[in-house]
């Protein structure tokens, strides 16, 4: 599957980018999610971030999978993207943002969309989830195709720091769609990994995807509880080429940030060309 590749105004690309992505807990009401959001937004900011890339369902975990269906937006308009677009502008950042409910082909669903702003607040992507999320392990029960309409199409941004591959949450267990990507400077994961599921698998399949594709990965999650009863892994992270985690936040509300040094990561494919060592080439 080739990748769509959106490209943005042609610009010498930074070699050290300061990157920050945020955890939440989010309840269903739209407004004070985006509240708490654009308090965390400022925070990394503050702190130098150039690009900050929010959790999935960050505008709205439901009591009800249907909630967000109610709340669904059209492309370009609506509360949740106005707010993306002008934090953006508002700091001069890019800002990527998943889980944001835009319509569907059907009145029931949703497309789980993921967002990229340039730091003009223009956005210059969208990337809808491909792979839904489907678990039945004891009273755990998720399903995501009852209210979630898939996408498929790869979408890889063409930005000043780089090619940013975009995917979200369950994406992250089908190292193909990765592949389909071509190289990449930095893969993004903005998830909502269930307790369950992350303690046992969220780390180990983060660091895989960023060793094997020897790319940063920025993975902002939901970490916390639920009104729906749902517990969120939390755990948000951004990792290096070669597997090693830069920052790390367990729990609750916060972010996470660090410097991508994309002269280490051209070293690192140097010295390792794993990636033009490739014989079978992605379906």
């Known amino acids: 599957m080739k990748p769509n590749t959106t490209r943005s105004a042609p610009a010498k690309k930074t070699q050290t980018v300061r990157v920050a992505g945020i955890q939440m807990a989010s309840s269903p009401q739209v407004s004070s999610n985006l509240i708490e959001a654009e308090r965390l937004i ?5 702190k130098g971030a150039q690009i900050v890339v929010l959790p999935e369902y960050f505008g709205i975990m439901g009591a009800k999978d249907a909630d967000k269906v109610a709340v669904r937006e059209k492309p370009n308009e609506g509360p949740i993207q106005q707010f993306l677009s002008r934090k953006a502008r508002e700091h001069k950042i890019w800002i ?35 792979h839904l999320f489907g678990l039945d392990l004891g009273s755990e029960h998720y399903h995501e195709e009852n209210t979630i309409e898939s996408g498929n199409e790869v979408v890889v941004v063409d930005t000043p720091f780089g090619k940013i591959g975009l995917s979200i949450c369950y994406d992250l267990r089908f190292p193909e769609l990765y592949r389909a990507m071509g190289q990449v400077d930095i893969i993004v994961v903005p998830a909502a990994f269930t307790e ?7 780390e180990s399949l983060i660091r895989a995807r960023a060793i094997e ?3 940063y990965v920025i993975a902002p999650a939901q970490g916390g509880y639920h009104i729906s009863g749902r517990e969120t892994h939390g755990n948000s992270m951004i990792v290096d080429p070669w597997g090693v985690v ?22 690192l494919r140097k010295s390792l060309p794993a990636l033009k060592h490739k014989t079978i080439k992605a379906i």
């Open 42 to 46: 400022d925070m990394a900011a503050a």
């Open 213 to 215: 594709n020897l790319c």
């Open 246 to 267: 830069l920052d790390r936040l367990s729990r609750g509300s916060g972010i996470v940030i660090a410097n991508i040094n994309r002269d280490y990561q051209t070293s």
């Open 96 to 130: 990527i943002g998943a889980g944001v409910p835009l319509v569907s082909n059907f009145p029931n669903k949703v497309r789980n969309s993921c967002l990229v702003y340039n730091d003009k607040g223009v956005q210059v992507a969208r990337y809808d989830k491909i």
């Open 196 to 202: 369950t599921t992350g303690k046992a698998h969220w």
